[in-house]
């Protein structure tokens, strides 16, 4: 059975970092691309970052660029989001999910596995 889990949310003032994480089980890891998606309170899921199967490519949603970094780490079936200089439209329910493609990026339908999410709240 395929599970999801993350962890490493919070509550931060603007400016600070966190770093999220996902830890997968049941399926094989690194044969599956991942994402990282958001859900703020009466807006629609938004892509934030993804990675190929094999960690060599990486993308980022605009509103992230430049201060999110997405990783993954094979060998212990996790994937991470660091998340600097956070700001108050950060603020949102944070989503990884798996992807038997070895890319994905930002098409959500491709996604066939989600966590049931971290709070995220970014304060001024």
């Known amino acids: 059975q395929v599970h999801l889990v993350e962890s490493g949310g919070g509550l931060v003032q603007a400016g600070e970092s966190l770093r999220l994480s996902c830890a997968a089980s049941?399926?094989?890891?690194?044969?599956?691309?991942m994402g990282w998606f958001r859900q703020a309170p009466v807006k629609d899921c938004e892509y934030v970052a993804a990675?190929?199967?094999?960690?060599?490519?990486?993308a980022y949603a605009d509103s992230v660029k430049g201060r999110f970094n997405i990783s993954s780490d094979n060998a212990k079936n996790v994937v991470y989001l660091q998340m600097n200089n956070l700001n108050l439209e950060d603020t949102a329910v944070y989503h990884c999910?798996?992807?038997?493609?070895?890319?994905?990026?930002?098409?959500?339908?491709?996604?066939?596995?989600w966590g049931q999410g971290t709070q995220v709240t970014v304060s001024s």
């Open positions: 049941g399926y094989t890891f690194s044969s599956y691309s």
């Open positions: 999910a798996a992807s038997p493609w070895e890319w994905s990026g930002r098409r959500e339908d491709e996604y066939d596995y």
């Open positions: 990675i190929s199967c094999t960690g060599d490519t990486t």
